[in-house]
């Protein structure tokens, strides 16, 4: 059984730099047929895609967020990372990571999602 945790602040200033951990088990981040992604919800809104990166380390960003976005990975630890900088109180919400299957295209596991919130 594969399992994802977001962990992270749950706090974070604007102007500043969001930075999230999903730790990975159950499965290695390497391994073909996957993507690692990161998915937002703010509130009261739909599911927003952020980014991805595969079992070989390609990454891939949404355009509308690719400028402040970058995704990277430790695969000692079995972990990805989401840095997202420049935040405003618009990028307040849950924040997932997610992993896709590329065969299907569909999503299998899910973290169940940790609260970042942009305030002063």
């Known amino acids: 059984q594969v399992q994802l945790q977001e962990s992270g602040p749950g706090l974070v200033k604007p102007s500043q730099t969001l930075s999230l951990t999903c730790t990975v088990s159950?499965?290695?981040?390497?391994?073909?047929?996957?993507?690692w992604s990161w998915i937002r919800q703010p509130p009261g809104k739909g599911l927003e895609w952020m980014g991805a990166?595969?079992?070989?380390?390609?990454?891939y960003y949404s355009p509308s967020l690719k400028s402040r976005t970058s995704i990277s990975r430790d695969t000692s630890k079995n972990q990805f990372t989401l840095q997202l900088s420049s935040v405003t109180p618009e990028d307040t919400a849950m924040y997932y990571c997610?992993?896709?299957?590329?065969?299907?295209?569909?999503?299998?596991?899910w973290g169940q999602g940790t609260q970042v919130t942009v305030s002063s």
């Open positions: 159950g499965g290695s981040i390497t391994t073909n047929n996957y993507y």
């Open positions: 990166i595969n079992y070989s380390g390609t990454t």
């Open positions: 997610v992993r896709a299957v590329i065969d299907s295209q569909s999503y299998d596991y």
